[in-house]
């Protein structure tokens, strides 16, 4: 785990992007539209009206166009029922000479289409389509046709096909703003679960490591208590610091899971371990007795991530040493930092515990995890010539 952690953002649907002005006020939207179709009739209506000087169908026909246009400001909430009003009044109408009352029932079929179903605007067109050429045919030849007619139905499959393009548009962005909600979701879901494998990891090489050196040094200073007092005794203050040492990890570990939200690191919270601290770890280990000595050539990288991971595989190495190397004389670190890869081998010449078993291959594998986030390799196994040995390898700025 590194010094600074990005939290990841709240889980949340991606917003679809804006769409205007207009787009968001419905409201302007169906004001506009049912003016659109108002003002254009009523001025046909007044041509017409002067012409003929009929009194009563321009009273028709201007409380029909009314009655449409006021129809229309509903299309989205009761569409249906605005289609069967602007057709009432278009059948009503149709013999009014300039009538573009079908204007009126191609925004309701519209709607039909958008909001409600495509099956119902079909049906609802093939029963207009029927009316229009019965009425058609019906009329007096000199008012309306069955040409007419026609011509009618065919703004309305038009009005139906434009609204079945906008309703697949409509369900297309739909479907792909779902899937970017659930890409989404994984993403988090993936993040939080390679966090907690992070913090299982490093809580592993924290506890683990403290535990083992506390552990060793206690039987230890138990078995020379008697006979060397003073050593117990330092023994003793070793514990106490191994677990004063591992006390501070575990809080410098959930300060950085406290971090502030502007970034800052919370209060307690202090530094990673480093290849500096590299010294003090392996005088640990030397107090429990294991015959540990460490090499090092080359620059380390100024990488506080690339520093952990190396302390960390030289601590958890060294841990299963401590438990698990029996009769071990020597135990040998060596790091080699180059610009383009870091090498770390821990061997040592003792026998294998063979009671060894799911512990060591939890370490192996948070090691193995480790090493993958620089894209890198590890291989652990008996050396020739008896003991076991941990190579590891890791790419500089390659962290996945």
Aim: some cysteine; aromatic content about 4%.
């Amino acid at each position: 785990m590194s010094g600074s952690r990005t939290e990841p953002e709240r889980s949340a649907a991606p917003r679809p992007p804006s769409t205007g002005w207009l787009a968001s006020r419905p409201g302007v939207t169906d004001l506009l539209v049912a003016l659109a179709y108002a003002l254009p009739a009523f001025a046909v209506v007044l041509a017409v009206a002067f012409g003929d000087h009929d009194a009563i169908q321009f009273a028709i026909t201007s409380c029909a166009v009314a009655a449409s246009g006021l129809a229309l400001l509903f299309r989205r909430r009761a569409p249906v029922l605005v289609f069967v009003l602007t057709t009432a009044v278009m059948l009503a109408t149709f013999w009014t000479p300039g009538s573009i009352a079908v204007i009126a029932v191609g925004c309701a079929l519209y709607a039909v289409t958008v909001y409600r179903s495509v099956r119902g605007a079909v049906i609802g067109w093939g029963v207009v389509g029927v009316l229009l050429v019965v009425e058609g045919a019906l009329l007096p030849q000199s008012v309306a046709s069955v040409g007419e007619s026609v011509q009618a139905i065919v703004v309305l499959v038009v009005a139906v096909l434009v609204g079945l393009s906008v309703r697949s548009s409509r369900h297309f962005a739909a479907v792909q703003l779902a899937q970017l909600a659930r890409e989404r979701e994984q993403d988090v879901a993936a993040a939080a679960a390679a966090e907690r494998t992070s913090i299982a990891r490093e809580m592993h090489d924290i506890v683990s490591h403290s535990l083992s050196v506390m552990i060793s040094l206690a039987h230890g200073s138990a078995e020379i208590a008697t006979k060397e007092p003073d050593r117990a005794v330092e023994g003793m203050r070793e514990v106490a610091r191994t677990g004063r040492g591992a006390l501070g990890d575990m809080r410098r570990m959930l300060g950085v899971l406290r971090d502030a939200p502007d970034g800052r690191p919370a209060d307690g919270a202090t530094s990673t371990p480093g290849i500096e601290d590299l010294p003090a770890l392996l005088e640990r280990f030397r107090a429990t007795g294991l015959p540990v000595n460490m090499r090092s050539t080359g620059d380390a990288p100024p990488d506080a991530v690339m520093q952990l991971t190396v302390y960390r595989i030289v601590q958890e190495s060294l841990t299963n040493a401590l438990k698990y190397a029996r009769g071990a004389t020597r135990v040998a670190v060596t790091i080699t930092f180059a610009p383009d890869l870091v090498t770390v081998i821990v061997d040592d010449d003792g026998t294998a515990d063979e009671t060894a078993g799911d512990d060591l291959g939890r370490g192996l594998v948070g090691i193995g995890e480790r090493v993958a986030l620089y894209s890198g390799r590890v291989t652990t196994g008996p050396r020739d010539g008896g003991g076991w040995a941990m190579h590891a390898q890791l790419i500089p700025q390659v962290a996945a």
